[in-house]
């Protein structure tokens, strides 16, 4: 539960979508407010939430096709998907993103998409790519023309790799350049992710500030023209960089929207770090949190409960009335967050031009197919040649590809954990010949970073590793790995009896520890040591790292990809604390 009711309002309990769902895009779309967020490398790609009072939150399906050809076959670890921005101009939504195919060089290597469509369940239009100054774009819609928001990178020798917030005009059929680009700010502080908004005269940026980590933040800057020059707000909006002893920490990159009955409200992205003696560990990654907004006498945007510290708890609107022949989305659309009010000689111009849409349930995706969200795949959508559903009903066929180290074709399919208290189990059926097929339970961070246990082929006990000696003897063997940036080890092995009977694997998270398990007589029979969970975060190594730990079953054949695993009964529960 992320929601308890007061009377005709609700109480909000951050964060509101919880487990890895990271650089929040609100937008209200009459009675309906609508959130995407980044996917990085996982598929489904920019997945979209849907709420009536912004405390309780469902998955509302997701941006098909964001991805050109369905692939990010190749993009590395935290690469793919980044930071999309979803709005309304009054006819259909429109999402600007960026996939990024380098990461940690000072060339990103990215492009800049736009998509459209007239219900974020249903059909989006094919990617159109538009100028890719940088990472983190935005849209901003004003008396029918179209703003591209940019951060400015430079790659140089010598550059600044976050060089300034840069605004270029669309033509909104074609998506090509209109005049020149504008830079409108650059500040001694890493700022990204813009957002503009219009209120009161007041051209609002509203930009995520010290990166993605600790020292994230919310920093507000002002112009009486879109293009500049822009003032830049004296203290933060929201930020935990000065307090580490806040349960929600990171927080930053944010969007406002304004309810119908003229309420503020800020999206923003959070984490709920795990204290470790490595210090802290945001295993869960980072999550999606909302916090209430005022505007004090000078015109800025301030927290609603004061300072700038997130809120674990928000009042927020409770879900809105419908009297008798009303329709469910309530009144037509206004824009929110993009060109509210808008400009004298302007104000026909987008509002009411369509009533705002009631997502068609038909088009979000039925709890019935066994591959529908929660699940998840990495770097393209799950493939009936390597996920099969319908051979044997009631099972998933994962037929071995590519090493769990792949970054082409991994057959993994996978769920976010949500809470630091979890358990994931799940039944497989496997006859492994060799040491080059696996398949079993893991625990995923990314290619570097994962705790597997699989079933797999070993030599006769008291023989070393020799390859194998076509075919010769072997056993049928549980091995347990453990993959932490440039370490690979295994952990333990078990030699499996019944080989042809199905086995039950699990894993039980408790905070940073991880202990795996599989069924023994029908009792929990404990492999191997307790095993850092605390690694599966964004916050371990030196690299850049921005998804979140994952549960789910994967299956290998480094030889033939002819080798398939069975699995049934996966269960993921996880445990608020």
């Known amino acids: 539960m992320t929601a308890a009711r007061t009377g005709a309002r609700t109480v909000a309990r ?86 990024v195919r380098s990461v940690g060089t000072p060339y990103f290597d990215l492009d800049t998409y736009v998509s459209t469509a007239t219900d974020p369940a ?26 591209l928001l940019n951060l400015q990178s430079d790659h140089r ?13 669309l033509d909104r059929e074609t998506l090509t350049t209109v005049g020149d680009t504008h830079l409108l700010l650059q500040h001694g502080r890493l700022v990204e992710g813009p957002k503009l908004l219009k209120r009161d005269g007041w051209y609002y940026l509203v930009l995520a500030e010290g990166g993605t980590g600790f020292e994230h933040g919310v920093l507000v800057a002002r112009s009486r023209s879109l293009t500049g020059p822009y003032d830049v707000d004296d203290r933060p909006l929201l930020t935990t960089r000065d307090d580490p002893t806040l349960p929600l920490q990171k927080a930053g990159h944010a969007e406002l929207a304004e309810t119908p009955d003229g309420e503020w409200f800020l999206s923003h992205l959070t984490a709920r770090p795990l204290h470790t003696p490595d210090g802290p560990r945001c295993t869960l990654g980072r999550e999606t949190a909302i916090q209430a907004v005022t505007w004090d006498a000078e015109g800025w945007p301030r927290l609603r409960h004061g300072g700038w510290h997130p809120a674990a708890e928000v009042e927020v609107p409770g879900s809105p009335a419908r009297s008798e022949g009303q329709a469910a989305t309530g009144d037509p659309a206004v824009p929110v967050g993009a060109s509210a009010p808008l400009p004298t000689g302007a104000a026909a111009a987008i509002p009411a031009k369509a009533p705002a849409p009631e997502p068609d349930a038909s088009q979000l995706p039925s709890p019935a197919s066994p591959l529908a969200w929660p699940w998840s795949s990495l770097r393209g959508y799950p493939d009936p040649s390597w996920a099969d559903v319908t051979t044997r009903p009631g099972w998933i066929r994962l037929r071995g590809r590519h090493g769990p180290e792949s970054r082409w074709a991994h057959s993994l399919l996978a769920q976010r954990l949500t809470e630091h208290r979890a358990e994931a189990e799940v039944t497989v059926e496997a006859r492994p010949l060799t040491f080059t097929q696996a398949a079993g339970l893991v625990l995923w961070y990314d290619t570097r970073s994962y705790l597997s246990l699989d079933l797999t082929w070993a030599e006769p006990v008291g023989e070393g590793q020799h390859g194998q000696q076509w075919r010769g003897g072997g056993r049928t063997v549980l091995s347990l790995v453990e993959r932490d940036e440039g370490d690979v080890r295994e952990v333990v092995v078990v030699e499996v009896e019944n080989v042809a009977e199905p086995l039950t694997l699990g894993v039980t998270v408790d905070g940073a520890e991880a202990r795996f398990w599989y069924l023994r007589d029908g009792e929990r029979t404990r492999i191997g040591p307790v095993l850092d969970a605390g690694r599966l975060s964004d916050d371990h190594g030196a690299r850049l790292r921005f998804t979140g730990t994952m549960a789910g079953i ?7 990809a002819a080798f398939t695993a069975d699995f049934t009964g996966f269960r993921l529960t996880c445990t608020p604390e």
């Open 14 to 99: 951050n964060p509101v979508v919880r487990g890895f769902a990271p650089d929040p895009s609100l937008v209200r779309v009459g009675n309906w407010y609508y959130m995407a967020t980044s996917s990085f490398e996982w598929f489904p790609t920019i997945p979209l939430h849907r709420s009536r009072d912004l405390a309780n939150w469902e998955y509302a399906g997701h941006v098909q096709g964001a991805a050109p050809g369905d692939s990010l076959a190749g993009v590395p670890d935290s690469g793919g998907i980044w930071a999309p921005s979803l709005n309304w101009d009054g006819e259909r939504f429109w999402v600007t993103y960026t996939i």
């Open 122 to 147: 249903g059909k989006w239009t094919a990617p159109r790519r538009v100028p890719s100054h940088g990472f983190d774009p935005a849209l901003f819609h004003e008396g029918g023309r179209l703003w």
């Open 157 to 169: 020798p010598g550059g600044r790799r976050f060089a300034g917030i840069v605004a270029t005009e």
């Open 554 to 560: 994967h299956a290998w054949d480094l030889v033939d």
